[in-house]
């Protein structure tokens, strides 16, 4: 497997990474986490994931929670997102992902999908970017 720096962090990722967005039958959860889990042993330690993406948390989270016996020999690193403004529904999404994939905390939260330069400065006006912040502060994001 070939890895790489993820920007300034000093972390290596799998060159290829292993994205949740498009399990075709999400209600079989063992299945796909028997999956993600095989990805997992052949190298891949980069996984995207969100809210938004049906039951991928879950799906995830049944495979995290096997991958988390071994995390401190054979790392892995977990990326979701909120596209939310408030503050609250913020935390509240981060808690349920964590929840969801037997977490305690989030290597890579994204300030997710803001489409132009005035939606960014609207959220970050209510808020939603300080709650990040502060999130990353109580140690449930490691990266924004």
Not at 19 to 42: C, H, P, W
Not at 82 to 106: C, G
Request: include cysteine; charge should be negative; hydrophobic fraction near 35%.
């Amino acid at each position: 497997m070939i890895y790489n720096t993820y920007g300034s962090t000093g972390i290596e990722v799998s060159a290829v990474g292993f994205g949740g967005m498009r399990f075709e039958n999400q209600d079989d959860i063992d299945t796909y986490a028997s999956l993600v889990k095989a990805a997992y042993d052949d190298g891949i330690n980069y996984f995207d994931t969100a809210a938004g993406y049906g039951k991928s948390e879950e799906i995830f989270g049944v495979a995290f929670k096997q991958m988390n016996k071994t995390r401190d020999q054979k790392p892995f690193y977990v990326s979701t997102k909120s596209s939310k403004a408030d503050p609250a529904e913020v935390r509240k999404d981060l808690e349920t992902s964590l929840k969801r994939m037997n977490l305690e905390y989030i290597d890579f939260y994204h300030f997710w999908c803001i489409l132009s330069l005035d939606e960014y400065r609207s959220r970050k006006a209510a808020g939603a970017l300080a709650e990040f912040e502060r999130l990353k502060d109580e140690g449930l994001i490691k990266h924004i």
